[in-house]
């Protein structure tokens, strides 16, 4: 009886552990009106499309696409995001795009340039539940010292689940590399302060 006990305590505290991995990385902040929304490649298309649901709820007035291409012959992923963002209904007028950015540390940094030229002041970030914690991280880190303001809100995506990213792929392995990023980030001192 006592080894039954032991396997279902087991079991359930390696669910446990699962599943606040997941909202561990899935970090979100209540929503409130921004300047801009800000989403950063590198998905199918939630990040977008959670973008566009945001700017049609009149949070923020712009969305700023961020991403460049792994093929330097493509286009970059920002305007690939753009033009999704206009199929579904924002005026292009309402974009700003950066291009360039190949890595989560190089969209932070290259967005918090774009948005102090716009005297933005706030934005609200999107991207990718399991990535949201890493990406947030890198902003905060890159705004330090400047007067902008910044709101966590994971992309809304069906295809990964807080609770149980570890019961399928791609979910999984994304959620794995992912944690295997940000521990290698923290081991670098990413979230120590600057001196």
Same mark, same amino acid.
Do not use: M
């Given at each position: 009886m006592r080894f039954v006990? &032991?396997? %279902?305590? &087991?079991?359930a505290a390696t669910l446990a552990v699962l599943m606040s991995v997941g909202h561990f990385l899935a970090v979100e902040d209540p929503l409130r009106q921004a300047d801009a929304i800000v989403a950063i490649s590198g998905d199918q298309g939630a990040r977008t499309a959670t973008a %566009? =649901?945001?700017?049609?709820?009149?949070?923020a007035p712009v969305i700023v696409f961020a991403g460049s291409s792994e093929d330097p012959a493509s286009l970059p992923s920002a305007e690939i995001m753009k033009r999704e963002a206009v199929r579904?209904?924002?005026? $292009?007028?309402?974009?700003?795009?950066e291009p360039s950015s190949a890595t989560t540390l190089e969209n932070a940094t290259r967005v918090v340039e774009l948005l102090r030229a716009h005297q933005i002041k706030s934005a609200i970030l999107v991207t990718s539940p399991y990535h949201q914690r890493r =990406?947030?991280?890198?902003? $905060?880190?890159q705004l330090q010292g400047t007067e902008i #303001?910044? #709101?966590?809100?994971p992309a809304r995506d069906d295809q990964w689940d807080p609770r149980l990213w570890w019961a399928r792929e791609p979910s999984r392995s994304?959620?794995? %590399?992912? %944690?295997a990023k940000l521990g290698v980030e923290v081991m670098g001192g990413l979230f120590r302060r600057p001196s």
């Open positions: 006990v &032991g396997f %279902v305590t &087991g079991i %566009v =649901a945001l700017w049609k709820q009149g949070l579904l209904g924002l005026p $292009a007028d309402r974009v700003l795009t =990406a947030s991280a890198h902003f $905060a880190r #303001t910044f #709101t966590n809100y994304l959620t794995l %590399v992912e %944690v």
